[in-house]
Protein backbone atom coordinates (compact mmCIF):
# COMPACT_ATOMS: atom_id res chain seq x y z
CA UNK A 1 0.00 0.00 0.00
CA UNK A 2 1.40 3.34 -1.21
CA UNK A 3 2.27 5.39 1.82
CA UNK A 4 -1.25 6.45 2.82
CA UNK A 5 -0.46 9.07 5.00
CA UNK A 6 1.64 10.77 2.94
CA UNK A 7 -1.73 10.91 0.19
CA UNK A 8 -3.84 11.58 2.76
CA UNK A 9 -1.94 14.85 3.94
CA UNK A 10 -2.08 15.80 0.10
CA UNK A 11 -5.69 15.28 -0.38
CA UNK A 12 -6.23 17.44 2.45
CA UNK A 13 -4.11 19.45 1.02
CA UNK A 14 -5.96 19.57 -2.88
CA UNK A 15 -9.06 19.73 -1.28
CA UNK A 16 -8.28 23.15 0.48
CA UNK A 17 -6.63 24.37 -2.53
CA UNK A 18 -10.58 22.96 -4.68
CA UNK A 19 -12.61 25.07 -2.09
CA UNK A 20 -10.20 28.14 -2.74
CA UNK A 21 -11.15 27.75 -6.45
CA UNK A 22 -14.79 27.84 -5.58
CA UNK A 23 -14.68 30.37 -3.19
CA UNK A 24 -12.86 32.76 -4.84
CA UNK A 25 -14.42 35.25 -7.29
CA UNK A 26 -12.27 37.56 -9.32
CA UNK A 27 -13.01 39.40 -12.26
CA UNK A 28 -12.31 37.20 -15.77
CA UNK A 29 -11.02 40.07 -17.70
CA UNK A 30 -8.18 40.55 -15.00
CA UNK A 31 -6.74 36.73 -14.49
CA UNK A 32 -3.68 38.26 -12.62
CA UNK A 33 -5.20 39.43 -9.30
CA UNK A 34 -2.06 38.52 -7.38
CA UNK A 35 0.70 40.42 -9.78
CA UNK A 36 2.26 42.07 -7.06
CA UNK A 37 3.01 38.49 -5.24
CA UNK A 38 3.52 37.18 -8.39
CA UNK A 39 6.11 39.39 -9.96
CA UNK A 40 8.03 38.97 -7.09
CA UNK A 41 7.86 34.98 -6.87
CA UNK A 42 9.04 35.40 -10.76
CA UNK A 43 11.98 37.60 -9.95
CA UNK A 44 13.15 35.02 -7.32
CA UNK A 45 12.75 32.44 -9.43
CA UNK A 46 14.62 33.96 -12.36
CA UNK A 47 17.87 35.29 -10.09
CA UNK A 48 17.73 31.11 -8.85
CA UNK A 49 17.66 29.96 -12.60
CA UNK A 50 20.46 32.54 -13.70
CA UNK A 51 22.61 31.34 -10.45
CA UNK A 52 21.82 27.68 -10.62
CA UNK A 53 19.61 25.95 -13.31
CA UNK A 54 20.77 27.50 -16.47
CA UNK A 55 24.56 27.09 -15.78
CA UNK A 56 23.35 23.43 -14.94
CA UNK A 57 21.58 23.59 -17.95
CA UNK A 58 24.44 24.84 -20.55
CA UNK A 59 26.97 22.02 -18.71
CA UNK A 60 24.44 19.21 -19.07
CA UNK A 61 24.16 20.48 -22.82
CA UNK A 62 28.03 20.88 -23.49
CA UNK A 63 28.79 17.44 -22.40
CA UNK A 64 25.81 15.72 -23.46
CA UNK A 65 25.37 13.95 -27.04
CA UNK A 66 22.63 15.42 -28.89
CA UNK A 67 21.30 11.42 -29.57
CA UNK A 68 21.43 10.64 -25.43
CA UNK A 69 19.95 14.16 -24.93
CA UNK A 70 16.74 13.35 -27.23
CA UNK A 71 16.96 10.15 -25.59
CA UNK A 72 16.34 11.38 -22.26
CA UNK A 73 13.55 13.58 -23.11
CA UNK A 74 11.97 10.69 -24.97
CA UNK A 75 11.85 8.76 -22.06
CA UNK A 76 10.37 11.00 -19.90
CA UNK A 77 7.54 11.91 -22.05
CA UNK A 78 7.12 7.71 -22.06
CA UNK A 79 6.43 8.65 -18.31
CA UNK A 80 4.28 11.12 -19.03
CA UNK A 81 2.00 9.60 -21.41
CA UNK A 82 0.85 7.10 -18.50
CA UNK A 83 -0.76 10.58 -17.13
CA UNK A 84 -2.30 10.82 -20.58
CA UNK A 85 -3.83 7.76 -20.97
CA UNK A 86 -5.52 8.50 -17.53
CA UNK A 87 -6.89 11.85 -18.22
CA UNK A 88 -7.96 10.47 -21.82
CA UNK A 89 -10.66 8.43 -20.27
CA UNK A 90 -11.51 10.95 -17.53
CA UNK A 91 -12.25 12.75 -20.75
CA UNK A 92 -13.92 10.55 -22.31
CA UNK A 93 -11.79 10.88 -25.27
CA UNK A 94 -11.95 6.96 -26.34
CA UNK A 95 -10.34 6.67 -29.54
CA UNK A 96 -7.41 9.32 -28.20
CA UNK A 97 -7.06 6.99 -25.32
CA UNK A 98 -6.74 3.97 -27.52
CA UNK A 99 -4.35 5.85 -29.70
CA UNK A 100 -2.27 6.96 -26.65
CA UNK A 101 -2.00 3.45 -24.87
CA UNK A 102 -0.85 1.74 -28.36
CA UNK A 103 2.10 4.83 -27.98
CA UNK A 104 2.96 4.19 -24.63
CA UNK A 105 3.23 0.53 -25.48
CA UNK A 106 5.50 0.76 -28.47
CA UNK A 107 7.78 3.04 -26.94
CA UNK A 108 7.85 1.13 -23.76
CA UNK A 109 8.74 -1.77 -25.92
CA UNK A 110 10.46 -1.65 -29.20
CA UNK A 111 11.28 2.18 -28.07
CA UNK A 112 13.69 0.49 -25.31
CA UNK A 113 11.52 2.12 -22.51
CA UNK A 114 10.75 4.99 -24.13
CA UNK A 115 14.52 6.42 -25.35
CA UNK A 116 13.18 5.80 -28.60
CA UNK A 117 10.01 6.98 -29.97
CA UNK A 118 8.91 4.75 -32.45
CA UNK A 119 5.48 5.41 -32.05
CA UNK A 120 5.91 8.94 -33.59
CA UNK A 121 7.19 7.33 -36.43
CA UNK A 122 4.37 5.13 -36.84
CA UNK A 123 1.84 7.87 -36.56
CA UNK A 124 0.94 7.80 -33.59
CA UNK A 125 1.87 11.31 -32.39
CA UNK A 126 2.35 12.83 -28.50
CA UNK A 127 -0.85 14.18 -26.88
CA UNK A 128 -0.51 16.75 -23.71
CA UNK A 129 -3.26 15.49 -21.26
CA UNK A 130 -3.49 15.89 -17.49
CA UNK A 131 -5.62 16.61 -14.80
CA UNK A 132 -6.26 20.36 -14.45
CA UNK A 133 -6.69 19.89 -18.39
CA UNK A 134 -9.80 17.19 -17.41
CA UNK A 135 -11.17 19.66 -15.08
CA UNK A 136 -11.13 22.45 -17.59
CA UNK A 137 -12.78 19.90 -20.14
CA UNK A 138 -15.56 19.67 -17.78
CA UNK A 139 -16.04 23.79 -17.00
CA UNK A 140 -13.91 24.77 -13.90
CA UNK A 141 -12.29 27.97 -14.71
CA UNK A 142 -8.62 28.28 -14.17
CA UNK A 143 -9.12 30.69 -11.51
CA UNK A 144 -6.08 33.42 -11.15
CA UNK A 145 -2.84 33.07 -12.68
CA UNK A 146 -0.27 32.14 -10.01
CA UNK A 147 3.77 31.82 -9.93
CA UNK A 148 5.39 29.14 -7.74
CA UNK A 149 8.46 29.31 -6.49
CA UNK A 150 10.75 27.16 -8.87
CA UNK A 151 8.40 25.30 -10.50
CA UNK A 152 6.79 29.30 -12.21
CA UNK A 153 3.83 29.48 -13.74
CA UNK A 154 0.90 28.10 -12.94
CA UNK A 155 -2.81 28.78 -12.01
CA UNK A 156 -5.25 27.30 -8.97
CA UNK A 157 -7.03 24.88 -10.95
CA UNK A 158 -2.88 23.90 -12.57
CA UNK A 159 -2.23 23.56 -9.07
CA UNK A 160 -4.79 21.27 -8.07
CA UNK A 161 -4.41 19.40 -11.36
CA UNK A 162 -0.31 18.94 -10.74
CA UNK A 163 -1.18 17.21 -6.96
CA UNK A 164 -3.99 14.83 -8.66
CA UNK A 165 -1.67 13.88 -11.41
CA UNK A 166 1.08 12.48 -9.03
CA UNK A 167 -1.38 9.47 -9.01
CA UNK A 168 -1.16 8.68 -12.17
CA UNK A 169 2.96 8.74 -12.25
CA UNK A 170 4.07 5.17 -12.68
CA UNK A 171 7.64 6.32 -11.07
CA UNK A 172 5.92 6.49 -7.41
CA UNK A 173 4.59 2.61 -6.88
CA UNK A 174 7.61 1.19 -9.16
CA UNK A 175 9.69 3.11 -6.19
CA UNK A 176 7.30 1.79 -3.53
CA UNK A 177 7.14 -1.69 -4.53
CA UNK A 178 11.19 -1.94 -5.19
CA UNK A 179 11.13 -0.86 -1.64
CA UNK A 180 12.78 2.55 -2.25
CA UNK A 181 11.49 5.97 -1.29
CA UNK A 182 9.00 6.93 -3.23
CA UNK A 183 9.61 11.02 -2.92
CA UNK A 184 13.60 10.73 -3.39
CA UNK A 185 13.15 8.81 -6.28
CA UNK A 186 10.42 11.16 -7.23
CA UNK A 187 12.79 14.43 -6.85
CA UNK A 188 15.76 12.88 -8.28
CA UNK A 189 14.35 11.96 -11.73
CA UNK A 190 12.20 15.40 -11.44
CA UNK A 191 15.80 17.11 -11.55
CA UNK A 192 17.08 15.02 -14.65
CA UNK A 193 13.83 16.27 -16.39
CA UNK A 194 14.03 19.63 -15.32
CA UNK A 195 17.54 19.86 -16.08
CA UNK A 196 16.80 18.44 -19.58
CA UNK A 197 13.88 20.66 -20.52
CA UNK A 198 15.60 23.70 -19.11
CA UNK A 199 18.55 22.99 -21.61
CA UNK A 200 16.15 22.43 -24.81
CA UNK A 201 15.28 25.87 -23.31
CA UNK A 202 18.28 27.64 -23.87
CA UNK A 203 17.32 28.64 -27.49
CA UNK A 204 14.16 29.67 -27.06
CA UNK A 205 15.51 32.19 -24.21
CA UNK A 206 17.54 34.40 -26.63
CA UNK A 207 14.22 34.54 -28.36
CA UNK A 208 12.68 35.20 -25.57
CA UNK A 209 14.21 37.74 -24.28
CA UNK A 210 14.90 39.69 -27.43
CA UNK A 211 11.09 40.17 -28.20
CA UNK A 212 9.79 40.82 -24.56
CA UNK A 213 9.75 44.14 -23.01
CA UNK A 214 8.11 42.54 -20.20
CA UNK A 215 9.13 39.00 -19.78
CA UNK A 216 7.03 38.80 -16.47
CA UNK A 217 3.57 39.75 -18.76
CA UNK A 218 4.97 37.63 -22.09
CA UNK A 219 5.39 34.18 -19.80
CA UNK A 220 1.81 34.84 -18.47
CA UNK A 221 -0.01 35.40 -21.27
CA UNK A 222 1.43 32.92 -23.55
CA UNK A 223 0.85 30.36 -20.59
CA UNK A 224 -2.46 30.96 -20.26
CA UNK A 225 -3.34 31.59 -23.70
CA UNK A 226 -1.21 27.65 -24.30
CA UNK A 227 -3.42 26.20 -21.27
CA UNK A 228 -6.46 27.35 -22.64
CA UNK A 229 -5.53 26.51 -26.30
CA UNK A 230 -4.70 22.66 -24.94
CA UNK A 231 -7.94 22.57 -22.53
CA UNK A 232 -9.84 23.24 -25.87
CA UNK A 233 -7.48 21.13 -28.22
CA UNK A 234 -6.38 23.73 -30.45
CA UNK A 235 -10.27 25.55 -30.76
CA UNK A 236 -10.46 27.80 -27.76
CA UNK A 237 -13.94 29.64 -27.70
CA UNK A 238 -14.37 32.89 -29.16
CA UNK A 239 -15.38 35.59 -26.27
CA UNK A 240 -18.77 35.54 -26.33
CA UNK A 241 -21.38 38.31 -25.88
CA UNK A 242 -23.44 38.08 -22.36
CA UNK A 243 -27.14 38.30 -23.59
CA UNK A 244 -28.26 39.42 -20.38
CA UNK A 245 -25.76 42.29 -20.05
CA UNK A 246 -26.72 43.22 -23.80
CA UNK A 247 -30.60 43.35 -23.16
CA UNK A 248 -29.22 45.54 -20.01
CA UNK A 249 -27.38 47.76 -22.62
CA UNK A 250 -30.24 48.35 -24.60
CA UNK A 251 -32.42 48.90 -21.83
CA UNK A 252 -30.16 51.46 -20.57
CA UNK A 253 -29.92 53.10 -23.79
CA UNK A 254 -33.88 53.31 -24.02
CA UNK A 255 -33.66 55.18 -20.80
CA UNK A 256 -31.40 57.64 -21.65
CA UNK A 257 -33.26 57.90 -24.93
CA UNK A 258 -37.01 58.35 -22.90
CA UNK A 259 -34.89 61.09 -20.31
CA UNK A 260 -33.47 62.71 -23.31
CA UNK A 261 -36.84 63.05 -24.85
CA UNK A 262 -38.29 64.42 -21.69
CA UNK A 263 -35.35 67.04 -21.04
CA UNK A 264 -36.42 68.25 -24.88
CA UNK A 265 -39.93 68.35 -23.86
CA UNK A 266 -39.45 70.18 -20.74
CA UNK A 267 -37.23 72.35 -22.45
CA UNK A 268 -39.49 73.00 -24.95
CA UNK A 269 -42.32 73.74 -22.86
CA UNK A 270 -40.02 76.50 -20.95
CA UNK A 271 -39.57 78.09 -23.68
CA UNK A 272 -42.97 78.28 -24.63
CA UNK A 273 -43.86 79.80 -21.09
CA UNK A 274 -40.84 82.05 -21.79
CA UNK A 275 -43.06 83.33 -25.03
CA UNK A 276 -46.49 83.49 -23.23
CA UNK A 277 -44.68 85.74 -20.14
CA UNK A 278 -43.05 87.57 -23.00
CA UNK A 279 -46.74 88.38 -24.63
CA UNK A 280 -48.40 88.78 -21.24
CA UNK A 281 -45.42 91.16 -20.74
CA UNK A 282 -46.28 92.85 -23.89
CA UNK A 283 -50.08 93.59 -23.45
CA UNK A 284 -49.13 94.73 -20.24
CA UNK A 285 -47.25 97.57 -21.59
CA UNK A 286 -49.38 98.31 -24.13
CA UNK A 287 -52.07 98.62 -21.61
CA UNK A 288 -50.08 100.88 -19.70
CA UNK A 289 -49.09 103.28 -22.72
CA UNK A 290 -53.28 103.40 -23.78
Known amino acids: MVNVVHYSRLLGILFFVLGFISGCAFNPQHTDPFEKFNRNVFAFN ?14 YKAITPAPVDKGITNFFNNLNDVTVVGNDL ?35 PKHEEDFSQTLGYWGLKSGPYMVLPFFG ?16 DPRVYYAHYQGGNARDFVISTNVISATD ?32 YLVYD ?33 KSELFDDLEEDKGDNSAIEEDKAD
Open 90 to 124: LQFKLKQAAADTGRLLLNSTLGLVGFVDVATKLGL
Open 197 to 228: TRADLLDIEKILQTAALDKYSYIRDAYLARRQ
Open 153 to 168: PSSVRDVLGKGVDIFL
Open 234 to 266: GNPPQQAIDESELFDDLEESEEDKSATEKDDTE
Open 46 to 59: ESVDQAMLKPVAKG
